[in-house]
């Protein structure tokens, strides 16, 4: 079964920069799309960046479009999410989820995996 491990969040000034990782189990990592989605207290659970198994197609919510990276290392099982110019809008925990049918959606619903999540707080 996979198994994600979402880690490199904490608390940043505004401006600010921060690299989550993913971490996942499995040997089949490299054929699976990776998202990444948060949710801030009091709100849904929103779509933040995918990636497509091969790397070659990314996708980011405009919000975070520009200031956000998305990338894998698939030797490593890993994903990351760069993330520059932080907002407080940006404060939520980081969820990290697989698709094993390579979808990259924009949805929550079509992905099959999920980490445990990661705080990210950003200071005003």
């Known amino acids: 079964q996979v198994q994600l491990v979402e880690s490199g969040g904490g608390l940043v000034q505004a401006g600010g920069s921060l690299r989550l990782s993913c971490a996942a189990s499995g040997r089949t990592f490299s054929n699976y799309a990776m998202g990444w989605f948060r949710q801030a207290p009091g709100k849904e659970r929103e779509f933040v960046a995918a990636i497509s198994w091969s790397g070659a197609n990314t996708y980011y919510a405009d919000s975070v479009k520009g200031r956000f990276t998305i990338s894998r290392d698939n030797a490593k099982n890993t994903v990351y999410l760069q993330m520059n110019s932080l907002k407080p809008e940006d404060t939520a925990v980081y969820y990290c989820?697989?698709?094993?049918?390579?979808?990259?959606?924009?949805?929550?619903?079509?992905?099959?995996?999920w980490g445990q999540g990661t705080q990210v707080t950003v200071s005003s």
């Open positions: 989820a697989a698709d094993k049918y390579n979808i990259a959606a924009m949805t929550s619903v079509f992905y099959n995996y």
